[in-house]
């Protein structure tokens, strides 16, 4: 995105430099680095950055608003609500599509938003890795509100454990050694301390959750949750768990029910320029007769699972539970990086963390993907170069 330092990394990138960055990479923890990593990170000039922190802060007053919590009651799913409830979702991350609006002019547009974690601990390493790789200039950071990774990781570790000790917090998953984001799980074991168990692992007695580590059962008092509960209904031969969705005595990071409070739920009452305009189904008082420009997306998917991005009228008067469905204002995603073949197109996630006693989350850093496919993602981009994760640095 900006032009000269593009000119400078394609000019300069070699195949070789390229394999030896991508070792680099996976040797953060070997074996676990299962999804694809793209050649380039992304370039940010300033003014596209504060476009992006604006929209967030518009979105975070409707977080913070008193209101919320009852607005986005019917987003969770009553049969996965989990008691106790924390004040607040300590991860919070923001998905941006570099897009091109009705003026040509590139500008960001929220396609997605979670009250969930994402692949924090990595980024650190991983950006990391990327700036000397593409021996970024000082004036050019992946963190936000000068953070660094030093002071980054500090935090990421004190929001984990809360006032706990390591071998008492868990990160938790369902077979976290079958998940693509593994690698993940392995980086915020290095930097927090804690274990990452599997869901089919726990033990539970009374009131109390435990988990078992060289043959020593071990109280858990805090999870890292990693853990999608609507996702569960896919995995076959779980077998007999845990409901967790019982009262135990356990803390919880962030707490599962903001997973669903802020997540497209959220955006039929976010009204933003950078927002695009959303609908429940159900409140829908007439079908738009230009439905080529919007995208028809379930409420309780994940990772673009559902999504029928070329609407017709059949597909929604197909639609059975419109409650759980939303009719958003299809973005027009800018192929505007440009690459050895055809330019790619640009997601920006942005990391945001809300620690305790703050008023209002801060946002951190991010992850950043490259597609040349209809949507962003792995399965919409196989066999293709330039494509896949990859991280954004922002012009100081």
Known sequence: MIKELREKFNTAFTPEKYAAYIQKVESLSPNNLDFRNAETPIFIPKDFKNKMLAACECIIDVIVDEKFIALTDRG??????????????????????????????????????QGFPTLYAFQAFHSELTAEYANMPNNFSPYLNGYTKESYLNDLKEIILGKHKPENVILLEIFPNQQKTRID???????????T???????????????????????VNRIYNRLIFDDLQKHEGIGEVVDLTKEYDVEWVPQPNWFYRISKFTLPFIHHPYVPKTYFLNELKQVPTDLENYVLKPLFSFAGMGVLIDVTKADIDAVTDPENWILQTKVNYADVIETMDIPAKGEIRLFYFWKEGWA???????????????MIGTRYNKDKEWVGGTVSFFEQ
Do not use: W
């Open 76 to 113: 969770i799913p009553q049969n996965i609500k989990v008691p106790n409830e924390s004040k607040q979702a300590e991860f919070i991350v923001f998905d941006f599509g570099i897009c091109n609006n009705a003026a040509g002019e590139l500008e960001p547009q929220l396609i997605e938003m």
């Open 185 to 195: 799980f392995k980086c915020t074991e290095q930097v927090v301390g804690i274990s």
């Open 197 to 219: 168990v599997c869901l089919t692992k726990i033990i539970a007695e009374g009131n109390k959750l435990f988990y078992e580590k060289e043959g020593v059962k071990i109280p």
């Open 360 to 374: 209002r989350p801060i946002a951190v850093h991010n992850l950043s993907r490259l597609s040349k496919g209809k």
